[in-house]
């Protein structure tokens, strides 16, 4: 998901709640905004998605920070259940 976390009202039960449509292993990637107040931008602070996600059952498994001059992270989670996670 791309640049929609943010307008999420609860990301704890949503998240917690499509875990069930990933298969045994299977992978999350969040492209976040993160807090800019000189770019204008609104997003999700990067620990509070953390937190958010690890309460929704995820597993943080890397952060790709390529985009972030252009004030995004990109989030890969896992469940913790099944091979490669």
């Known amino acids: ?12 039960a ?4 499509a875990k069930a449509a990933l298969k045994p292993g299977g992978k999350l990637a969040i ?4 807090p ?3 770019a204008g931008t609104s997003g999700t602070p990067p620990e509070r ?3 958010q996600m690890a309460s929704a059952g995820y ?3 890397r952060v790709e920070t390529h985009l972030e001059a252009n004030g ?3 989030y890969i989670f896992g469940t913790g259940a099944g091979p490669g996670t």
């Open 36 to 38: 800019s107040k000189t």
């Open 59 to 61: 597993v943080l498994e």
């Open 14 to 17: 949503l998240l917690g709640k």
């Open 72 to 74: 995004m992270y990109l």
């Open 49 to 51: 998605l953390k937190a």
């Open 1 to 12: 998901m791309i640049s929609s976390y943010h307008h999420f009202e609860d990301p704890v």
């Open 31 to 34: 492209g976040e905004w993160f």
